[in-house]
């Protein structure tokens, strides 16, 4: 969302946004990838889903001279 004010001599904009994200993945907690010779021996890799919401608000304000600058 932008939004602008303007003050004559100074113009104020405002930047807002609410990002939000939805983060599904399935991790190898253990870090193996070799599949085990002896299954009563070793154990598989271990995958576990993981599930994670981000949300977010930021927020720019500008503050723009509408003035010449100076020394012109």
């Known amino acids: 969302m932008t939004l602008e004010w303007d003050f004559g001599a100074v113009t104020l ?5 609410y990002p939000n ?3 599904a993945i399935q991790r ?13 021996f070793l154990l598989q890799s271990y995958f576990d889903p993981e599930n994670k919401r981000a949300n977010n ?3 720019e ?3 723009i001279s ?3 600058p ?3």
Do not use: A, V, W, Y
């Not at 904009?13 to 946004?17: D, E, F, G, V, Y």
């Not at 190898?28 to 009563?40: I, K, V």
């Open 66 to 68: 509408t003035s010449q």
């Open 28 to 40: 190898d907690n253990d870090r193996h990838d070799l599949e085990p010779c002896l299954h009563s």
């Open 13 to 17: 904009k405002s930047l807002t946004s």
């Open 21 to 23: 994200d939805e983060i």
């Open 70 to 72: 100076l020394g012109s």
């Open 57 to 59: 608000t930021t927020q």
């Open 61 to 63: 304000f500008n503050l």
